[in-house]
């Protein structure tokens, strides 16, 4: 049977992108004034879906501009070993173990760069596929690809060769419905009423609510 797991929020207790983002900015000054002066613009156009991967990409270009592909890659390293503000969540982690123990395939799909997804999930030290966010460079700096967000990672899981339908799907948000959908056993990691309620409007019957 196949599990699949979102990354931030899910398994980790925050978003690792913006935090990765912040921890290249604020140590270089022509950066931080970049980000700042092109927040007001690019931080609305991130919280709107249809123009997420362009927001993004405006800041995700300022944080990397100069790099290399070894030096991205060794910048998301370097995040990895010490993810300050971030932490694995132990009942997430439970069950993950829990489907490699039953020898259930594992797949992660997630919105963050690949780069920087592959990184984090190294240091788990646990059999499973990763799906991220592909960038490509752009004048000197880094921008978002394949936005594997939504739809896209239904996508992508079915590029994978993962089908188009899974036994599990773990995420901490509705932008997920996608693959909550194609799940028979869909589980949408925040407790209480409220989320139940979510499940219930988006026609999730069999879906449950966890309190990680």
Partial sequence: MLAVFDMDGTLLSGDST???LWERVKRSPPRLLAMLAVAPVAGPMVALPFMRRFGASILLWIATVGLSEQQLLASCDAFADKPRHLAWKAQALAALDSH??????VV???AAPICLANALLRTLDRPMDVLGTS???????WIADMHCRNQRKCQALTEAGHG???AYAYTDS???LPILRAADRPVIVK???AAERRLFRAGLLNGRAAAW
Avoid: F, H, N
């Fill in 100 to 105: 490699v123990e039953a020898g259930d395939r």
């Fill in 191 to 193: 407790g209480g009423k």
């Fill in 164 to 166: 188009v339908q899974w």
């Fill in 135 to 141: 960038l490509k460079p752009v004048l000197g700096g």
């Fill in 174 to 176: 509705m932008d997920d």
């Fill in 18 to 20: 913006a935090l990765w």
């Fill in 108 to 110: 992660v799909v997630t």
